[in-house]
């Protein structure tokens, strides 16, 4: 039976956007597994990649082409309205016939607004490796299930295959991907080929920003595949696609101190020296610089931290389990072993006054990250905070399409947005000091001799005094 998947990943950069980074060049993980899950029971599996095609004109001539039995569509908040689009045309406009599935975090944290659309067969909540092929079987043998929204079973991590990322590659192929990488690199210390891995799911913390839906999506346990199942897949990842980095994508790969080590023991006995990043918290750097030690002998090369705010009120607001103290201590233990600092913050967040935000803006400066990710707080569904939004009347979402993590567009009541925009600018602006070192050390790298950069160094440096 054929089954088409959909990718509708085009809230950020719209159609004809394949190959633009992070939004627009990596595969998702979701579909990647549900795909892999469905032709190990025999399914004949494809897939339209909206962020490929030039329109809507272009997705209906595909759906046609294909003639799928089932089209799955994976769905984020921020998704909601493209995913619509997309069964509302194969109902209306294709094929009544064609059945159409949905699941992924936002049918899952806001089924009732899923649901009140009659041209979706069957919503799928939580994870979908085992409940999606065994929903195709009963469609494929003529008993589809009455109910119409099923509860996902979660898999076993290590007895699932691995994810399907030629769904992806074949299909951008089409496309005029030519990179010679199976994802799209987005740092100078990641070089291609490139890829992102999962090594578990869920997250124990308990940040009012995203919880519950991280528990809602993957339960309350955190699932970890075991470290020799994600080296199993790095070997198969290193023959078939040689590749040169690569970055986890885990809410916070290093909560699990014994599974870190025990990754970094397999991954250095195997014979990796390929860098990678992960995501990890502050805390978790503080408490445990060994394992951070450990981590960077064995090829990390950057971390993403979720910084947030320099208040610790606001800090403790957001349910952080971190403080301003702890943010700067992660970030000079960082410093000390060469890790690249992701640094992601958010200005604008509810009850935060503009003093705070000037803390934030002093405790980035501080920080100096090598990459700045600053956000205009997003009240995202699923969350405590986006509740206490709603609850509140601060939201100024009025659609869909805004649930992005932008630092664009104004989405709480009340805030002085002009001032935001200053202080995002003021946030990444370095102090001269830190502005000369990191231009000493880019020559440095750059002219690789010491006597020319020495004397790029001291022009640069009389400039300044
Ligand atoms: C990697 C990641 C990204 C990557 C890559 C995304 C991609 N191409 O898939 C990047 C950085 C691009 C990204 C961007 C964003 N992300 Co993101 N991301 C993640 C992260 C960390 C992992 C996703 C993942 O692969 N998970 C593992 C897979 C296996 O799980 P899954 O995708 O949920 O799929 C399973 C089930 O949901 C279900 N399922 C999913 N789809 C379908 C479809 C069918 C038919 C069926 C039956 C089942 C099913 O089965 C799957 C297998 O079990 C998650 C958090 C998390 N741990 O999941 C956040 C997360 C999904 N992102 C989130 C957000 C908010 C965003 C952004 C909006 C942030 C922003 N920058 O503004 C953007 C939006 C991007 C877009 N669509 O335009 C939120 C979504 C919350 C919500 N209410 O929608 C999450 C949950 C993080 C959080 N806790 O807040 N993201
Ligand atoms: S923000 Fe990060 S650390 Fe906090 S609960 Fe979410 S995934 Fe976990």
Redesign the pocket.
Known sequence: MKVT?V???????GFNSLGRG???G?????????SS?AKAKGFEVDLIDLRALSGWEEFKDEVRKREPRVV????????YNPVMRCVDIIKEEIDPNIIT??????????LDEVAKNHNID????????I??PK?LKAIEEGRPPEERV?V?E??DLDAIPF?DRDLFLNEWRKYGYTLNSPEVPFVEELPPPFL?I?AG???KYNCN???P??RK??GRKVRRRSPQNVIAELKLLREKYNFASFMF???CLTEDREWVIEFCRLYKAEGFTQPFFC?SRADIIVRHEDMVKLMVDTGCRGMFIGFESGSDRVLRFLRKGTTREINLKAAKICKKYGIVIWANYMLGIPTETKEEVMETISMMKEIDPDYYSP?FY?P????DL?DYCIEHGLSLITSHDQ????PTEMKIKGLDYEFLKWALEESQRRKSWNAFKRKVRKLWKRYARPKKAARKAWKLLRELV
């Open positions: 998947l990718y509708p990943g085009i809230s950020g950069y992070m939004d627009a990596w595969v998702s993980h979701g579909l990647a597994h549900l899950a799955g569509l994976t769905m984020m908040s921020v998704d599935v949905v699941g992924g975090p936002h049918p899952t944290v806001a069957y919503i799928v909540i939580r994870e979908g490796e409940t999606f929903l099923l996902g979660p898999p994810p992102t999962i799911r869920g997250c920003f995203c919880q839906a991280e999506i993957f994508h885990d809410d995501q956000a997003t995202h569904p699923g969350s986006y649930y992005r993590r932008n």
